[in-house]
């Protein structure tokens, strides 16, 4: 009896524990129920995150297979998801590094960044990749430096433009005149302008000796100074580096200056001290030299805090000190020429008037002795005056050409201006060229209008050019007439034309009538031609006169000259 209790309260115990286990179970398996909800709520929530990511998210297991991709991977390698999943992933995984993959994505290029991260996948092992598409990014970075680079080389294109045009410039400026003093002084003033702060410049002179010509400052204030160093005694030593780059024609560029070489610069403590005031802070010397010839040198000083001279000032110097030498140097062969060609225009002078003293006398007794004096001449005794007076006057008129033109070669023929009506002077002309062409059976024709053509001229001058194209005229036409006609060309200018139907000029002689010293048929001179100087003293006297004189012709057909001068 006892036995069957104990059995029976032992049963209820067990009954008891197995409802509370029961209880635990359905506890326990409702909590499992609910993590597995939520856990699967939790992956869904987190391949949704994935699937919307706006990066490409693909995981990769340990042998390279790509295990799971999200819809932005999908577009990013254009591709199906079963085509991507279960494939190999093709590119090499470096965990905590960013890896650039150039990729194609629908058939046009695209640039990813992908980082990499180790994780689990499904319980494995497994590398998750995330990649960006920085296409877009990567072009504008790329064209961001193509715009650095255009707008350094648009700056590039700037600077070389803007110093050509300086270049181009400069060479105009120098190149403008003919006088070394002007060109110095030009010189000094494009370099303050553009390249220093301070610009002396040194010649050679006929001694080979170097001499301080010219010195200028950019600073208007600083004008007083500039006039002391000009007129600064210069005495250089065969060390002074301006002598050394005039010798080696090697250009010295010091970006920073030694103020302790001020002392080998000047030549006593006066000198120093006006070097000391120039504040030199940087200095160039750039040599001067054309057709290998040492014409100087061009020291240029930068006084100003902060700018130092490099390798492209010294570029723009140079460039200048050639374009200075140049013009430098062709104004010294200008002064050359200019010296001969007036030790030629003085002795033609003195050879013209010391022949025309003994000419005037001969003709003076050729004419006494045709007139009888001191007694009567048979008839072949006058006939041979008669050729000593021809030939003597054919050479007085060869001697007054060579003269004229030896005046006006020079610059030395004066001008006598008045007011003249041109008509007037070309039918006094006429008159004297008439009987010659009379002479040789020409008919000579003057055309002049009523209206009076008034200009302000050398009268003389006008005369002795028409005489001279008259002349000619008469000269070379053996049938046929000679015409000079006076008109109005314009409100501005008379016109003179004279036209013959002589023998013409060939094509290949009309560009050199003009030249002095120069005939079509050179054996006329053995005949008693001229000069050829007319035609060359006939276009120089008209543009003295402010005119121009033109020629048309046709061989074997005539010529025509034509005489602009401008009215009043």
Known sequence: MEITQEVEARLKSLAVEQSRLARKVEIAERELARRTEELAASEARFRDVIER????????????????????????FSGRKQDLLGGPFGFPLVVGE??????????????????????????????????????ERRQAEQNARALIREQAARSAAEGAAQRLRFLLESSTLLAGSLEQATILERLARLCVA?????????????????????????D???????????????????????VSVTKTRRPLLMPKFDPRLVESLAHDAQHAELIRRLRIRSLMIIPMTARDRELGAIALVSSTPGRTFDEHDLALAEDIAARA??????????????????????FLAVLSHDLRTPLTAILGYADLLDIGIPEPLPSAARERVQRIRTAARHLLYLLNELLAFARLDAGHEELHLRDVDVGDIARDVGTVIEPLANARQLRFITEATDQPLTLRTDPDKLRQILLNILGNAVKYTERGSVRMQIRRKDERSAEIRVEDTGVGIA?????????????????QRSQGGGT???????????RLLRGEVTVDSELGRGTIFTLTLPLL
């Open 194 to 218: 553009e390249t220093s702060d301070w610009a002396l410049v040194f010649c050679t002179d006929d001694t080979g000796r170097l001499r301080r010509l010219e010195v200028a400052s950019g």
């Open 53 to 76: 990511n706006a990066d490409a998210i693909i995981v990769v297991d340990r042998t390279g297979v790509v295990r799971f991709a999200n819809s932005m991977a999908m577009r990013l």
């Open 220 to 242: 208007p204030s600083k004008a007083d100074l500039a006039r002391e160093l000009t007129d600064a005694a210069f005495e250089p030593t065969d060390s002074h580096p301006v």
């Open 532 to 542: 050829g100087l007319g035609l060359s003293v006939v276009r120089r006297l008209a």
């Open 507 to 523: 094509p290949a002689h009309l560009s050199r009538i003009f030249e002095p010293f120069w005939q079509a048929d050179p054996t």
């Open 325 to 346: 030498a140049l013009a430098i140097d062709n104004a010294r062969l200008y002064e050359e020429v200019k010296k001969a060609n007036e030790t030629k225009a003085d």
């Open 98 to 135: 960013t890896t650039e993959l150039d990729l194609i994505s629908n058939g046009a290029p695209r640039v990813a960044e992908m980082r990499v991260v180790e994780s689990e996948w499904e319980g494995e092992p497994a590398s998750i990749a995330s990649l960006r598409d920085v296409t």
